[in-house]
Nanobody, 123 residues
Framework: VQLQASGGGLVQPGGSLRLSCAAS????????MSWFRQAPGKERDIVAA????????YYPDSVKGRFTISRDNTKNTVFLQMSSLKPEDTGVYYC?????????????????WGQGTLVTVSS
């Protein structure tokens, strides 16, 4: 199983960025997916989760209304659209996946992890 995240970079506060995560070696349509963020010196926290069909999503309050997770099961890809970015959104963003029909919010619940992509929000 391989998860390949991409789309990170440097963006100014208030800007937008779209992350992608392409999956291979797995039946993607049977897997719940999520994005986690790890800021320097901090734990890895969830920022968005989506169920296997794309009909349920979860966001913590810190990103609700600014981040949107979506998926394309025909392309084995999950996306994270981020807008109104703040400096505190800076960190390495990881996509994660696991077999299951629900949304899962704890990192120990996930068995597959991508390599991470760095997002830096700074002027």
């Amino acid at each position: 199983v391989q998860l390949q995240a991409s789309g990170g970079g440097l963006v100014q506060p208030g800007g937008s960025l779209r992350l992608s995560c392409a999956a291979s070696g797995v039946t993607f349509s049977n897997h719940a997916m999520s994005w986690f963020r790890q800021a320097p010196g901090k734990e890895r926290d969830i920022v968005a989760a989506i169920n296997f069909r794309g009909t349920k999503t979860y966001y913590p309050d810190s990103v609700k209304g600014r981040f949107t997770i979506s998926r394309d099961n025909t392309k084995n890809t999950v996306f994270l659209q981020m807008s109104s970015l703040k400096p505190e959104d800076t960190g390495v963003y990881y996509c994660a996946g696991r077999w299951g029909s629900e949304t899962y919010v704890d990192n120990y619940e996930y068995e597959h992890w991508g390599q991470g992509t760095l997002v830096t929000v700074s002027s």
